[in-house]
């Protein structure tokens, strides 16, 4: 197995042969990066998950609750002024929600069965 450090190069590694299948969200399906490598036309969903939650984003630790609560805040009600709205468009977003840890525990059950315990982190 080979791993692609993101979703983009899993998906152009596929249309180029460089791997028989590759993991990916839908999202990437539709980026300027991938459009602009290859065909996506001639890619085959083998299998389609539920939909969960991207990536998140996180706040270091060492960032105190009062900061950590006004990141949050700026984040989550970007959709809610002009300005914020043109944040979100230059990062082709339409809005960021908050999420926990149970928004992806479908994603830490699949890292868990790959990876074991460790999650795959050295």
């Known amino acids: 197995s080979v791993f692609a450090r993101n979703p983009p190069n899993a998906l152009i590694s596929v ?7 590759a993991g990916s969200g839908d999202a990437a ?5 991938v459009n602009n490598a290859i065909d996506t036309s001639q890619l085959r969903i083998l ?3 539920e ?4 990536l ?12 950590f609560d006004e990141i949050k805040s700026a984040l989550v009600n970007l959709d809610q ?9 230059m990062a082709n977003l339409t809005n960021i929600i908050s999420a926990d840890n149970d928004d992806y525990a479908y994603a ?5 069965e790959i990876y074991g315990e460790t999650l795959g982190i050295n």
């Open 47 to 49: 299998l389609q998950s």
């Open 29 to 33: 399906l539709q980026m300027n990066q």
């Open 15 to 21: 249309y180029q042969n460089l791997a028989d299948a």
């Open 81 to 89: 002024s002009p300005e914020g709205v043109e944040v979100l468009k």
């Open 56 to 67: 998140p984003w996180a706040i270091s630790d060492r960032i105190d609750r009062e900061q």
């Open 108 to 112: 830490l059950e699949i890292i868990q």
């Open 51 to 54: 939909p969960m939650a991207h």
